[in-house]
Structures are given as C-alpha cells and as structure tokens.
C-alpha cells in the first residue's frame, strides 16, 4: 500500500487549458497516436537515464534493463504505459506537465483559426505530446519518481484545468502513466490493436517495448512479457532495409512533429572517422523558427547510446530547423558540452552534415521544383543568413537561393541565380538587386525604371534579412552583385555610345541648375547630380557604393542603432517636364519649393521618412492652389 500525503490541487496555466480543449477536438481523427506520443516520452526517459548512469551508475538502482512496458485491464478499462528511465521530480512534475515554457505559446494559440483541419495543423507544429492522452482519456494519472531520488509523486488531471500532486510511494525509478478511457473508447482495450499501433508508430523505439503475451488466435492474455518492437537503431539500419513509413515516424519521434518531413538523408560514414547520421528537413517551420533562445534540432549518440538533444555544434543557425540524430563511433560516452565546443570529431561531422544537407536540397532543387518551393517559403529566410554565416559553403548556399524579381513582377521568390544570369542581356556583367523594406516599395522603385526600358532583370529583395544576405554575398558565379540604389548608374556595354554622348550635351545645359539645387538643399545631401536611370520620375535618392543603402539605415535605426547615417545623393532626369521647368526663367521666385519637393518625394518613393513633414504639406499645399488659382 502506498503511503499517501495529502493532496494539493493546482491549476492549469491558460495556454494549457486552451491546448487540451483544442487537442481534444482536433485531432480526435487521429487518436492513435497518443500511444505514440507516450512511447516516444518514455523513450527520451529511458535515453536521459542511460545518458546520466554513464556518469553515475548507482542511478540504476541496481536496475539496468531499461525498458517500456504497455499493458490494458479490460474491467478496469485503463491502459497503462510505464518506463523505468530517468523519472521526473516534483517540480519537474510542475514544470513539464501543466506548464507550457515554450516561448511564443501566446502567438501561436492566437493564430489558431477553429477551423478543425487547419488547427490539427498548427497543433502538429506545436508538438503537444503528453496531452494527447487526454484525446481518450477522462482522466489520466501519472505516477513518476527520479532516478536517484526518494520522494515519488502522482499527479492526476482530468483534464479540464486542474491537476492534483501527491507524495507517493514508487518502488522502482521512472514513470506511470494511467489511462481511464472515456466512453466509447474500448476499441484500445485489446491486445492486438495496441500491437498493431505500436507497429506502426514505434517500431522504431531502440529499447524494448513489452506487452503481456497473447495466446495466439486469443483475446486473452497467455500470462509473461514479449517484445513486441524491433528495437534496432533506426540509423544503424541499411538504407534498403527501412521503408518511408520507418523513416516518417522516426522523424516524428526525434522530431516531436506530427506530420511526415519534407525528406530525410541517411548516411554512414567510415573510414579515419565512423558516424551515421539520419537527417530531417521537416515539412513546416516551427512557430518558434525566430526564436533565437531556441536550440538546434539534432540528437547527439555516442556509439548508439543518446548523449543530448539540441546539439547545436552539429548544425550552423542557418540550418536550425534540420531534425535528426548523429552518432559517432569515435566520441568517448563521457564527452561534455564543454570538450564538444572545439573538438575535431565534431567539426568534421558537422562540416559533413551540412554538406549532406546542402546536396539533398539541390537534389530536390533540380528534381521537384513544387517542393523546393514549398521548402523555400518555409525557411528561405533562414536560408539566406547562409553566405554570412558558412564562408565554405558560400556558393552552394547560394545556388539555392530563391528571389522575386522583375522578370514576374510577383511576390513568389522563385528566382535562382543561375536562372538569373541565364536570361543575362549581352554585354551585362553584374547581377542587379534592390532592397527595400516591402516587396512593393521595392517593385515600384524609381531606381528600376530604366532597367526596366532596356529589359534588364533585376532581383526584388524585401526580407529583413536581404541586407545582410547581400553584404556578404557579393559575388556569384564570377558576376558581381550590385545595388541599383547605390553609386553611379554604370552600366557599362549596356550603354549605346551614341546615347551616352547626345545625354553628355545634354547634362552640360544642367549644370547651372544642379549648382543651384545643390545651394539650396545644402548639408541635406551630399551631392546631386544628373542621372539618366529615370525615365518617368523626376528624382531619386541613391547613396554612394560604400555607404550603407538607406533601406539598412532604416532597420537599423528601427531596431534602436544609434547610427550617423550618410547623406544620399539626389539624382534629377533632366527628361523630366519638372526638371526641364526647373531650368526655366518662370519658375524662379518658387526654386526653394520645387527643389525641396523634388527631394522630399524621392526620399517618400523609398520608403523615407521626411525630416519635417509638415512643411512638405505646406509646400505641396500653396503649389496646388497655385496651380488651381
Ligand atoms: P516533448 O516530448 O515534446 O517535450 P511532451 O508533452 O511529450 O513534450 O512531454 C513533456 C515533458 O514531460 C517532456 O519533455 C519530459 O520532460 C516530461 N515527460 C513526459 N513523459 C515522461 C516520462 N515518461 N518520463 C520522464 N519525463 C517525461
Ligand atoms: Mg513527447
């Protein structure tokens, strides 16, 4: 008999409560997989424990035989799933169950729409695990103690936003869970069914899942244990020999994903160094993608025994969401977090990890383009921090990059840079881009105006993080990437001799009116000049080629950089009507204004903020009364 203390009751956090309502609704389609979930729990358990006896082995308790066992009570109607891993504490208790620390929990309940399909979705992102039991279970009661530890305690919960938490007494370390069916859910109290999901959801599972013994042909139990699991790492496996269905839930379980990856890349490696690896890119992004705080996906083993999660020495952040295991034959079992910041082992499995994921992605690049598109709108932002991150690979990253441009004219980034130079004109030798901070700002820019007469594409770059894709990427393919934004419109061979030299005689009747422009803006910019890259706007502001373009300027001052900014250069088509007029005698006694609003609009056309915007009403204000008087 357990000795019991009494009972505390405690309350669910909100999020949870909106969670179980949700979990319970949507996914009642699918509501197998709670054993799934419970499985993979137990796993993990069985794997932390392992991990930590490597260190300390009296945390066995003389109990080394890790194990899961799933066993049913017909009248009782309970089904019970326990492991004798690692165990939770009290407050482990509090912390895990009943408690969402996931960052960015509050988001996502939000963008939760209560349509069933798309919800069953997002949830599946979110990973809900545990709570999947409540899906056939009324009420669950889970009864845990620490390797190591005395005090064994029993939480209990029926779901509906509380849980209660007793000291209890628990011979052996690890966990308990039971579940009280609902009604209706007697389908699960049958060993045959169990089996079947546990086939099909958790094969996988490298330590031995056990049920009771069945008789064969018989419902009921023949009395002793069998496994009823393969129980082999997955990863070890020969590729021929795992189907797709394998690899999916496997993903599922290191995961913690609901739905079927993208594609997976499994790998040995021998020779001076032995390691496989089994990588993931999932599907979806998680919610929480942009969470800098959030660690990295891949498992880190040590000759098939798990060593710890979130290995971010494995991946670069530019590969955050890849999921999977790495295991090593060469690491020692005792390897630390500290030895693994620099060590050569490491080094060298990550460098070939990331080369097996580059390569796959080029693979389907060349082979599926729906689903490297679908790849692309999950991570092509993450994607792009690439170049600036991983200088080895800077080419290989690139050639999988994807970009709007001026060649559709839409959102949709399809556009690689092979494509690019591809449709090149003769005579170009740089790849034209321009940033701006939406894709419209960046579309409509007065800057593309003359590449768009003489057909030239250009690349519409409208993420945060193009700025810094772009200052690293400098280079690809042997042409140089370059801002349209920024220096002197050169565009060299483009140009027709005969033009540049009509536009010479042409800028020598300007230059009266550019010194005078240049008076009355003064320390506003730090130049201004003719230009010959407009061809339906007046003016447009560029900055010189080492300056910073003014659309970083921006992010950066918005993200609270105190930074002094360079002035830009305004440029004036001189084909322009205003512009032809400004060098008119008529228009003397208002050259202030028209000069102002020649500036102001251009720095309003990029997405500039004006420096004294009420004076430009003003202005713009007595000129149109001008115009209608
Ligand atoms: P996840 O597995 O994605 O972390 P779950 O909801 O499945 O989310 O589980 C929440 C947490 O509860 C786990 O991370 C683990 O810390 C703890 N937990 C769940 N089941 C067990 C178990 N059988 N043994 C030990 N800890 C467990
Ligand atoms: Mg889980």
């Known amino acids: ?320 969401f890849v999921r999977g295991v790495v295991d090593s034959n060469d690491l020692p079992l005792n390897v630390s977090r500290e030895i693994l910041q620099s060590n050569r082992v490491i080094d060298s499995m990550r460098s070939g990890s990331v080369k097996k994921v580059l390569d796959a992605l080029q693979k389907l690049a060349n082979s599926d383009a729906d689903k490297y598109a679908s790849f692309w709108s999950e991570f092509g932002k993450v994607m792009k921090e690439g170049p600036a991150e991983d200088a080895a690979n800077r080419e290989k990253i690139a050639k999988l990059l994807r970009f709007a441009s001026t060649h559709q004219d839409t959102e949709e980034q399809s556009v690689s840079l092979d494509e690019y130079i591809s449709r090149m004109q003769e005579g170009q030798d740089k790849i034209y881009y321009i940033t701006a901070d939406s894709f419209n700002a960046a579309k409509n820019s007065p800057h593309l105006e003359v590449f768009r007469k003489k057909g030239i594409e250009v690349l519409l770059l409208s993420d945060r993080v193009d700025e810094w894709l772009v200052s690293s990427l400098t280079e690809y393919d042997g042409k140089t990437l370059s801002s349209v934004t920024k220096g002197e419109l050169d565009l060299g061979e483009l140009e027709d001799e005969e033009q540049k030299k009509q536009q010479e005689e042409s800028d020598k009747l300007f230059e009266g009116l550019i010194e005078k422009v240049k008076e009355t803006l003064g320390d506003k910019v730090k130049d201004v000049r003719i230009t010959h890259r407009l061809t339906n706007s007046p003016s447009c502001l560029v900055v010189d080629e080492n300056d910073m373009s003014a659309n970083l300027e921006r992010m950066l001052k918005e993200s609270g950089h105190a930074i002094a900014g360079s002035k830009p250069i305004l440029e004036v088509n001189p084909e322009h009507p205003l512009v032809v007029k400004l060098n008119d005698e008529s228009t003397q006694q208002r050259f202030d204004d028209w000069t102002n609003l020649l500036f102001e609009q251009a720095l309003l056309a990029e997405g500039g903020q004006l420096d004294d915007p009420a004076s430009f009403v003003a202005r713009l204000n007595s000129m149109l009364l001008e115009l209608s008087a």
């Open 1 to 320: 008999m357990s000795e019991t203390t009494q009972k505390e009751t405690l309350g669910f956090q909100t999020e949870v409560k909106q969670l179980l309502h949700l979990m319970i609704h949507s996914l009642y389609s699918n509501k197998e997989i709670f054993l799934r979930e419970l499985v993979s729990n137990a796993s993990d358990a069985c794997d932390k424990l392992r991990f930590e006896a490597i260190a300390d082995d009296s945390l066995y308790e003389g109990d080394n035989e890790l194990m899961i066992h799933v066993g049913f009570d017909k009248e009782a109607r309970t089904i019970t799933i326990s492991d004798n891993g690692i165990g939770m504490s009290r407050q482990e208790v509090i912390d895990n169950i009943g408690t969402i620390a996931k960052s960015g929990t509050k988001q996502f309940l939000e963008a939760l729409t209560g349509d069933q399909a798309k919800d069953a979705h997002l949830i599946g992102q979110f990973g809900v695990g545990f709570y999947s039991s409540f899906i056939i279970a009324g009420k669950v009661s889970l009864t845990t103690r620490r390797a190591g530890s005395s005090e064994a305690v029993r939480w209990e919960s029926e779901g509906e936003g509380e849980f209660t938490l007793e000291t209890v007494d628990k011979d052996k370390h690890g966990t308990e869970i039971v579940l009280h069916l609902r009604e209706g859910e007697d389908e699960y109290l049958d060993g045959w069914r169990l089996r079947n999901i546990i086939h099909k959801y958790s094969d996988h599972i490298t330590f031995p899942i056990m049920m009771p013994k069945m008789a064969a042909g018989e419902e009921e139990t023949a009395g002793g244990d069998e496994q009823v699991n393969k129980a082999s790492a997955l990863w070890t496996r020969s590729k021929n020999d795992v189907t797709d269905e394998e690899y999916n839930e496997f993903y599922k379980h290191v995961a913690h994903d609901f739905e079927d990856p993208l594609l997976h890349v499994h790998s040995r490696v021998e020779g001076k160094l032995e390691y496989s690896s089994l990588l993931y890119i999932p599907a979806h992004a998680p919610f929480d993608l942009w969470d800098r705080e959030r660690n990295h996906g891949l498992k880190l083993y040590v000759k098939r025994v798990f060593i710890m999660d979130d290995s971010e020495h494995l991946m670069p952040s530019y590969l955050r």
